[in-house]
T-cell receptor, first 113, second 115 residues
């Protein structure tokens, strides 16, 4: 069966520090991968998605970047965190067929102080 | 981009009663898919139910059912015999059947179940 992992689960970082959040998927190949941010009391905002290694699409211009160095690995990064980067970050995957649901990881809670 | 609207930020229901969560969406497409996700306090997103736009029959999963009104672009979720474990944030989501890969999510409805 497929599983999706995210780490770390929680992170507290000072403003201006770098960021690296990792997401890995097991039990499937060539998945579509997604990064979402969920601010308190709000919905999910799609940040990036990837349909293959090295292929990244950005939905919202921001302080963050994403990379996909391996088929089942998706990394969210920042060189200098802002206060506004605080939130709950969710990684998700699907098989690309329109009928399929997205499967979500457990999320990372990021607090920027 | 498509928009998904959930006009009820919060809802409450008595245990064992029925509650309906509303969702509307805006699209010019005819082929698309709709989903309801549940996010309990653990924050793990779980699929509740899905509906293909080409199907006229409303989807049903045990105590969960939808009222899909394609012309009105409405996709409400009905929870019957509500249980304490149903307490969660519920998100409505849209996915195009033709273009793009992304899901579009509503802002969510927080459901409280009163014992």
């Amino acid at each position: 069966s497929q599983t999706i992992h995210q780490w770390p689960a929680t992170l507290v970082q000072p403003v201006g520090s770098p960021l690296s959040l990792e997401c890995t998927v097991e039990g499937t190949s060539n998945p579509n991968l997604y990064w979402y941010r969920q601010a308190a009391g709000r919905g999910l905002q799609l940040l990036f998605y990837s349909v293959g290694i090295g292929q990244i699409s950005s939905e919202v211009p921001q302080n963050l970047s994403a990379s996909r160095p391996q088929d089942r690995q998706f990394i969210l990064s920042s060189k200098k965190l802002l206060l506004s980067d605080s939130g709950f970050y969710l990684c998700a995957w699907d098989q690309g067929r329109r009928t399929n649901e997205q499967f979500f990881g457990p999320g990372t809670r990021l607090t920027v102080l | 981009a498509q928009t998904v609207t959930q006009s009820q930020p919060e809802m409450s229901v008595q245990e064992a009663e029925t509650v309906t969560l509303s969702c509307t969406y805006d699209t010019s497409e005819s082929d698309y898919y709709l989903f309801w996700y549940k996010q309990p306090p653990s924050r793990q997103m779980i699929l509740v139910i899905r509906q293909e736009a080409y199907k006229q029959q409303n989807a049903t999963e045990n105590r969960f059912s939808v009222n899909f009104q394609k012309a009105a672009k409405s996709f409400s979720l009905k929870i019957s015999d509500s249980q304490l474990g149903d307490a969660a944030m519920y998100f409505c989501a849209y996915r195009s059947g033709n273009t793009g890969n992304q899901f579009y999510f509503g802002t969510g409805t927080s459901l409280t179940v009163i014992p």
